[in-house]
């Protein structure tokens, strides 16, 4: 590879390794690790290795840029009351508390996710070693615990908090090039393949210029009936 491009002709891009590795509740950032946050001239460096793209991790908060960015057109993945500063009031969430556990045993379960609906203070235990099929002596699980608080994970299906949902799905609805995509944004739970159909489905219609319908149609909340 030189000068950005493969033998081939197809384009090299770079990216910036940026992941936040969280363990139990404390995060840590990838790029404040690696001090790139303190070397301004990496992007230099990248340059001088002939590639002409770089992929670049933007990691903003809505709320405080919000007055400061031109856009033509936004997607929000965040809270939707949050967008509107909680105009109507909180949309409510369930939380979780996860407590991880490394054993001196190679093996503590058949599968990677096993579910304890009733019968303990967790709701579920996961064994990474089944997704990642590494061996070794010992085994890390994690244990998750419902919380009333914390980092919103799962909306509450309530008629109450549908509405609630809907008054600001109304507000969210008057806006023109703002389209409010995923879980957070329209305050339901969805699995990854629901929400990448979502995202899909969103930039076919933003793509195709139908600003009337930003928001999912009911149609396509049929998916929603799955989770
Ligand atoms: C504990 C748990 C286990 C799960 N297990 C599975 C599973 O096994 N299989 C499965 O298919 N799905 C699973 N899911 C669901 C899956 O995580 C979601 O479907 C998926 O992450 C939803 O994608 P999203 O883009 O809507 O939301 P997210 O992945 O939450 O992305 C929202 C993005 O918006 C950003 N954001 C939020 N607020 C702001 C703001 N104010 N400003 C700027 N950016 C903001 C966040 O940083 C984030 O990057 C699980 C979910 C949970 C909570």
Redesign the pocket.
């Known amino acids: 590879m030189m000068n950005g491009y493969s033998r081939n002709g197809v384009e090299i891009w770079a990216g910036i390794e940026c992941s936040y590795n969280r363990v139990d509740n404390n995060y840590m950032d990838q790029l404040n690790l690696s001090g790139h946050y303190e070397r301004c001239d990496d992007v230099q460096r990248i340059a001088a290795l002939g590639l002409k793209a770089l992929r670049y991790p933007v990691?903003?908060?809505?709320?405080?840029?919000m007055n400061e960015v031109n856009y033509k057109k936004l997607i929000?993945?965040?809270?939707v009351d949050?967008?509107f500063n909680f105009k109507y009031g909180k949309l409510p969430y369930r939380s979780?508390r996860?407590k991880f556990e490394t054993i001196e045993s190679s093996n503590f379960q058949e599968t990677g996710?096993i579910n304890y609906p009733n019968d303990y203070a967790f709701t579920r235990i996961t064994e990474f070693k089944h997704l990642t099929g590494q061996k070794h002596d010992k085994t890390t699980l994690v244990y998750?615990f419902p919380e009333a608080t914390g980092?919103?994970?799962?909306p509450v299906p309530r008629t109450e908090n549908d509405l609630l949902y809907k008054k600001y799905a109304a507000l969210a609805n008057q806006l023109t090039n703002t389209y409010f995509?995923?879980?957070?944004?329209?305050y339901r739970?969805?699995?990854?393949?629901?929400?990448?159909a979502?995202?899909l489905t969103t930039f076919k219609k933003i793509t195709q210029a139908d600003l009337s319908a930003k928001l999912p149609t009911d149609d396509e909340r049929i998916l929603e009936k799955r989770s």
């Open positions: 990691l903003w908060d809505y709320q405080e840029v929000f993945t965040g809270p949050e967008y979780l996860f996710t998750e980092d919103p994970y799962y995509v995923g879980r957070l944004a329209t739970y969805y699995n990854m393949d629901q929400v990448v979502q995202a």
